[in-house]
Every structure is written in C-alpha cells, then in structure tokens.
Nanobody, 126 residues
Framework: QVHLVESGGGLVQAGGSLRLSCAASGRTFRNYAMGWFRQAPEKEREFVGAITWSGGNTYYPDSVKGRFTISRDNAKNTVYLQMNSLKPEDTAVYYC???????????????????WGQGTQVTVSS
C-alpha cells in the first residue's frame, strides 16, 4: 500500500506559479513511477504528466508542455509539480498517483495507476 498526500494548491492569478507536492508513505517510493492528473468540474480526469522512478524521464501532454515540470526527491519520498504561466483553464483538483507498471500507454490514463492521493484544489483567476 502507498499512501499519497498532495499539498500546495491554492488561488493564483493568471500568469502566476504554484508548486504542488505529493508526499508518499508506505511501500518503497522509488519503486513507483508517479503521475499527476487533474479534474475540473464535470470533466474527465486528465493526464498532466508523469515521471519515471529514477526521475530520469518525464512525459507531458501538449496542454502543459513547457509550463509544467515534474520532479521527484526519492530521499524525501516526494514528487513535485511546478506549474508556471498558469491559465484559468488550469483550474482543477490536482491528484498525484503511483504506478508499478513499466512505461507505456497506461501511464496516460487513470486506470494505469494503483494508488491515488486525495487531491488539492488549484484555482487560477483571470
């Protein structure tokens, strides 16, 4: 079992930045690749990015590429999502998730992850 807790959400103006954190406990954190997703009201949960267990590779959809950066600190059992140049359409609840699966298409969908945090709200005002 992996327990994930997100933090760092809040209200920010368009063009601003936020850094989300996801602290993990339980099984060995470095054995898991980590993903970030978001879900706006009445919308599907959307892939925001993922990072390999070592941190050596990251993957992003076009909607956030160049603005969002995922990193991890395995010594602290924490993964981060740095969000810059935020837009009102980035408003959503952001979730981190853990997967033991090797890289593949499953990383881009919520079904590919075994463990989820409770989410943190990010609101971007125009």
């Amino acid at each position: 079992q992996v327990h994930l807790v997100e933090s760092g959400g809040g209200l920010v103006q368009a063009g601003g930045s936020l850094r989300l954190s996801c602290a993990a406990s339980g099984r060995t954190f470095r054995n898991y690749a980590m993903g970030w997703f978001r879900q706006a009201p009445e919308k599907e949960r959307e892939f925001v990015g993922a990072i390999t267990w070592s941190g050596g590779n990251t993957y992003y959809p076009d909607s956030v590429k160049g603005r969002f950066t995922i990193s991890r600190d395995n010594a602290k059992n924490t993964v981060y999502l740095q969000m810059n140049s935020l837009k009102p359409e980035d408003t959503a609840v952001y979730y981190c998730a853990a997967t033991s699966r090797s890289y593949g298409s499953t990383w881009y969908s919520r079904g590919g992850y075994e463990y989820w945090g409770q989410g943190t709200q990010v609101t971007v005002s125009s």
